[in-house]
C-alpha cells in the first residue's frame, strides 16, 4: 500500500519536494544502532536520501556547514538530491539574542548581515538562489522594552542592505507571531507586507509556514492571496498545527480542508517553488523516513484533487456567488467521495 500510493502519486504530477534536515536526527538509534550522540549532516543527508521522491534539501546558515561548501554540494548531489534553499539561523548564535536585525547595538546588526551576506555566498556554491529569513529573535517581550520605530527602521535598513548586496538572490520572509520571543516584529502577513513595502527591493518575498499561518490567526489560502496581490511567495513550508503554537505536524493531518484550498490557491497562482516539509516528527520519535513519504504521499493527492477543482465551473461559480453550500458539496464529493 505504502510503495503503491507513492508511485501513484508521483505519476500525477512533478513537484519539487524539499525537507528540514534536522527532522532525520529524529529516532537516531533505529537508523544507526552504535551512534553515540547525534548525527552529523552527512549522516541526516544519507537518511534523508532514502525517502521516496524526496528531490532537495534546505540547508540552515550557519547550522549546516560544517564542510566546504563545494565538497558538501557534491556530496548531496551524489545522493541524488539538490539544495532548494538556505535558511539563516541567527538564534543558534548567543550575540543575536537580543535581535539580529533589530538588535540596539549597530554593531550586532552589522554582524547580522555580513553574516547573511555569506549565507548567500554559500547558497551560490549549492546553485540556489534563494535565501530564506526568519527573525526568530527580532521582538520583544516587555511593555517599555523596545523603541518601536527604531526598530523598525532598523530591520529595513538591514534587509535592504542584503538585497542590494545580492540583486540576483531572492530573499524570503518567513513570518512567525511568537516563540522564542512573546512578540515576533514580523507577526503575519500584513505586517510583513508592509515591510516589504518599506523595504521597496524588487528581489524580496514571503515564506508561508502553513503552522505559522494558522496560529497567526489568519486562513492560509488568504494569506496567499494578499502576499501574491503586493509580492511574491517565494517559499512555502507545509506542516500542520492546532493552531495555538508551531506543532510541525504532518501535512494535512488536522487542517485537511484548509490545506487543500491553499494549494488549490497556489496552484492557481503558479506557484513553482518547491513543496518543503517544515515538520518535526522529532518531538514525538516518530520514523522521519516514514513521516516524509506519507507527506509526499498526501501532497501529491492534494495536488490531483486542486486541479479538479480548478477545472470545476460550478465551484467556480458557487465561489463568486460565496454560496457555501454548493461549494461545500463540491469539494466533499472530492474529498469525501459522497
Not at 539580529?100 to 553574516?115: G, I, Q, S, Y
Not at 523595504?199 to 514571503?206: A, E, H, Q, S, T
Amino acid at each position: 500500500m505504502y510503495k503503491e500510493l507513492y508511485k501513484k502519486g508521483d505519476e500525477m504530477t512533478k513537484i519539487r519536494f524539499a525537507t528540514r534536515l534536522n527532522s532525520f536526527a529524529s529516532k537516531s538509534h533505529v537508523f544507526w544502532p552504535e551512534l553515540k550522540g547525534k548525527p552529523s549532516v552527512r549522516q541526516m543527508i544519507d537518511r534523508a536520501a532514502t525517502v521516496n521522491g524526496l528531490t532537495d534539501l534546505d540547508l540552515n546558515y550557519p547550522q549546516h556547514i560544517k564542510d566546504d561548501a563545494a565538497d558538501l554540494k557534491q556530496y548531496i548531489e551524489d545522493k541524488g538530491l539538490h539544495v532548494n534553499g538556505m535558511a539563516m539561523r541567527f538564534n543558534t548564535l548567543p550575540e543575536f539574542q537580543l535581535g539580529a536585525f533589530t538588535n540596539p547595538e549597530k554593531r550586532v546588526r552589522d554582524a547580522a548581515v555580513e553574516l547573511t551576506k555569506k549565507g548567500i555566498d554559500c547558497g551560490r556554491t549549492f546553485g540556489t538562489n534563494l535565501m530564506t529569513i526568519w527573525l526568530a529573535q527580532d521582538g520583544f517581550d516587555y511593555c517599555f522594552q523596545a523603541d518601536y520605530d527604531r526598530m523598525w527602521d532598523n530591520m529595513i535598513q538591514c534587509f535592504r542592505e542584503i538585497c542590494e548586496y545580492a540583486p540576483d538572490c531572492n530573499i524570503s520572509i518567513e513570518y512567525k507571531p511568537n516563540e522564542p520571543r512573546s512578540y515576533s516584529i514580523l507577526p503575519n502577513a500584513a505586517t510583513t507586507l508592509l515591510a516589504i513595502n518599506d523595504i521597496g527591493m524588487k528581489n524580496m518575498g514571503v515564506t508561508l509556514d502553513f503552522a505559522h499561518v494558522l496560529y497567526a490567526g489568519e486562513i492560509p489560502a488568504f494569506a496567499a492571496s494578499l502576499v501574491s496581490k503586493r509580492t511574491r511567495i517565494l517559499g512555502l513550508h507545509l506542516n500542520d498545527g492546532w493552531g495555538k503554537r508551531d506543532d510541525g505536524l504532518m501535512v494535512a493531518s488536522v487542517n485537511l480542508r484548509a490545506t487543500l484550498e491553499l494549494i488549490w490557491k497556489l496552484r492557481k497562482e503558479n506557484f513553482d517553488g518547491a513543496y518543503y516539509f517544515d515538520t518535526f516528527p522529532d518531538a514525538s520519535g516518530m520514523d522521519p523516513v516514514k513521516e516524509a513519504e506519507v507527506n509526499i504521499i498526501t501532497v501529491n493527492k492534494l495536488v490531483e484533487i486542486a486541479d479538479k477543482l480548478s477545472s470545476n465551473k460550478e465551484l467556480e461559480q458557487a465561489i463568486n456567488a460565496q454560496n457555501s453550500p454548493l461549494s461545500q458539496q463540491i469539494v466533499n464529493e472530492m474529498l469525501l467521495n459522497i
